[in-house]
């Protein structure tokens, strides 16, 4: 990455790593004759990140029950030199345990990630859910183990989910997600908050900050994952026919919003191959620099794409409209997704 702006980001104590990294997930639905097909173009996209400059790579054990672990360990023992920083989740996976992060099943999935990831030590462990079992039975548990893992150095950084709300929820359940993150907030003392943030995500206030104002106040980094929701602010998506697995959960009974929206956003960003890409990706990455923005892939050409159109930093103005753009985006597909609601509006 050579934009002036791009240089490297501290996102937290023992964590500094270019502010463009990727996001990791191997689960699209593909067909079982395509899995070696499918690996192959996700081992392409890894060395094209890397020949650009990426040095956190962001999965999860959940991510189709650790085959992208076991990918992204793949190309680390072809690859055993190169200095990346690799950064995975817990909290989905129960397996024979009462609960995700019950007595030893969080140490048991770490040992279990370092090995499908041929590492020793991962830079950053996400606690993935805001569910701690009834009364938040295992939440003290969590706690310390996870403190204990960063302490003998298996993690150098504590991560947990940021809030999360879809465009069907109401006032009152957006206030008690922001609520319940602050309480776990306050218990955890995370290094990093790891969450979703792209042109579909609805604001949540934070003792009165949105999140960016938060995290920084607190000194907490922040890692963005979906930037281009799901591939969909790119403009590609404008069809149900072009939609990949993962979007056709998404969007058929709200494309027309979509693309109202995406064609403000061209009143901005022209009509250059790109350029909306650009405006979504500059828009996260410009939050704060205690931002680390992970962008998701199928293959290196979507890689090579997210990378070449970072182009110059937006100005304060451009930033300004291309938020006002945005939110009102989201206020028109809000509008939409409410007369006719559907819970899969999760981009």
């Known amino acids: 990455m050579s ?12 964590i500094v790593t270019n502010p463009l990294g990727l996001h990791c997930n191997m689960s699209t639905g593909r067909a079982p004759h395509d899995e070696s097909e499918h690996i192959n173009q996700f081992l392409g996209g890894l060395s094209r990140a890397v020949e650009r400059g990426a ?7 959940s991510y189709d029950y650790g085959h992208t672990e076991r990918a992204i360990g793949e190309f680390l023992r072809r690859h055993p030199k190169l200095p990346l920083q690799l950064s995975s989740k817990v909290g989905q996976l129960r397996g024979s345990a009462k609960h995700p992060y019950a007595g030893r099943h969080i140490h048991h999935q770490l040992e279990q990630s370092l090995e499908n990831l041929y590492a020793e030590q991962l830079h950053l462990y996400t606690l ?26 298996s993690i150098k950084a504590i991560g947990m989910r ?48 949105d999140l960016f104002t938060f995290t920084a106040r607190h000194g907490v980094g922040l890692v963005l994952a979906a930037p281009l ?7 590609k998506a404008s069809s149900r026919a072009e939609l990949s697995p993962r979007h056709a ?3 058929p009974p709200h494309m027309k919003q979509v693309d109202e929206g995406l064609q403000g956003l061209r009143g901005h960003s022209g009509d250059a191959p790109g350029a909306l890409t650009q405006l979504a990706l500059r828009s996260s990455l410009q939050r704060g620099e205690q931002c680390v923005v992970v962008v998701g892939f199928d293959n ?28 009102d985006f989201r206020t028109r597909l809000h509008e939409k997704v409410t007369r006719s609601p559907t819970k899969e509006l999760q981009a």
């Open 3 to 14: 934009d002036s702006d791009l240089g490297v980001r501290h996102l937290c104590r023992g």
């Open 55 to 61: 040095k956190l790579f962001d999965t999860s054990d």
């Open 128 to 153: 993935d859910s805001f569910d701690f079992g009834p009364d938040d039975r295992y939440l003290g548990n969590a706690i310390d183990v996870m403190r204990t893992l960063r302490e003998v150095e």
């Open 162 to 209: 940021g809030p999360s709300v879809s465009y069907v929820a109401s006032p009152e359940e957006w206030a008690a997600e922001a609520e319940r993150f602050l309480y776990l907030f306050r218990l955890i003392k995370p290094d990093v908050v790891w969450t979703r943030f792209n042109a579909f995500t609805p604001a949540v206030s934070i003792e009165g900050d």
């Open 229 to 235: 929701g799901l591939g969909l602010l790119t403009g």
């Open 249 to 251: 959960r998404l969007i």
């Open 300 to 327: 290196e050409q979507q890689v090579e794409e997210s990378y070449r159109c970072l182009g110059l930093p937006l100005t304060p103005e451009e930033l300004g409209a291309v938020d006002d753009a945005y939110a």
